[in-house]
């Protein structure tokens, strides 16, 4: 398989539009990332808005470290398998999905829920994520994708040199599909994590997989995060500002502080707009990653 040859102003960047993605708060995420660090993991890997930026600047090489990806939503992590071993099968899928793109098709595809071959799982779940509701990955009890069809006028469904452009960015990553908990990261490593956010209301979204997100997830979480900070890792968290997470992370070694988030998934369009959110790091001051 040949590398692609992109241009040089050509960096990789999210493939997907993801509920609660960090494109808007990458300034503040870069300025609080540890100045030194070994390998970097990030176990919510959603969009991977972080690590694309850390990889484009060289940050996760400078430590002479790896990145490991995981998260627990399998189409998710199909795709970016797919992506990292060859783009070019999926490219050529997505343009056919492109072409024959109307209501009816959509629903078509929607109702797929059982295929085996890699290249249309990962096709399959591009094509739903731009042209659905809001770029809303939700599933039911059964693990099967709800969402309806958005109203967008032309969906950007096939982008060749995006995709490009993260499977260079994607080789020699470790790309796995896991649990938050069952990372493995040493003493001087970073971790990120962006997990479902804790949600008070029932406007709130936290089932991007089968298995919902909830109290007892996040408590769970918490505890990885003392058990991190013992080993000598460094993490950042991002939550939403509820009092249940503030709770959490009340004590130290936890450092909280309060970020100005755009809100883009309500059901009622009031609901949209800036809202406060924390990040959460065992680790001190700003640095100048920026």
Not at 25 to 37: G, I, K, S, Y
Not at 97 to 124: M, P, T
Not at 142 to 161: D, L, M, R, T
Not at 253 to 269: D, G, L, S, T
Request: proline share 6%.
């Amino acid at each position: 398989m040949s590398q692609p040859t992109l241009p040089n102003f050509q960096r990789a960047k999210p493939f997907v539009k993801w509920v609660g993605g960090k494109r808007s708060l990458l300034p503040e995420l870069l300025r609080r990332v540890p100045a030194q660090f070994k390998n970097y993991y990030e176990p919510f890997v959603g969009g991977g808005a972080l690590f694309y930026t850390l990889n484009n600047k060289g940050i996760i090489d400078i430590g002479g470290g790896q990145a490991f990806l995981s998260d627990v939503n399998f189409d998710l992590i199909i795709t970016y398998q797919v992506i990292q071993r060859d783009p070019e099968p999926l490219i050529a899928k997505l343009r056919e999905y492109a072409a024959k793109h109307n209501k009816g098709y959509y629903y078509h595809i929607r109702s797929q829920h059982q295929l085996d071959d890699r290249v249309e799982i990962a096709a399959r779940f591009i094509y739903l994520n731009k042209t659905c509701f809001n770029g809303l990955w939700r599933v039911n009890s059964k693990g099967e994708f709800n969402v309806p069809i958005g109203s967008y006028e032309n969906p950007a469904i096939c982008q060749p040199e995006d995709l490009r452009a993260c499977h260079v960015s994607l080789q020699a990553v470790e790309i796995t599909l896991c649990d938050f908990c069952d990372i493995a990261p040493c003493t001087d490593d970073f971790v990120y994590f962006d997990p479902p956010y804790h949600t008070q209301t029932s406007s709130g979204f936290t089932k991007y997989a089968q298995d919902d997100f909830g109290e007892g997830e996040h408590k769970a979480l918490r505890d990885l995060c003392r058990c991190l900070h013992e080993r000598g890792v460094f993490f950042m968290l991002s939550n939403s500002d509820t009092p249940l997470v503030r709770a959490l992370y009340a004590d130290a070694p936890f450092r909280i502080e309060v970020m100005q988030a755009p809100r883009m998934v309500n059901r009622n369009p009031t609901g949209r707009g800036a809202i406060n959110e924390l990040l959460i790091r065992n680790y001190g001051k700003e640095t100048d990653g920026e």
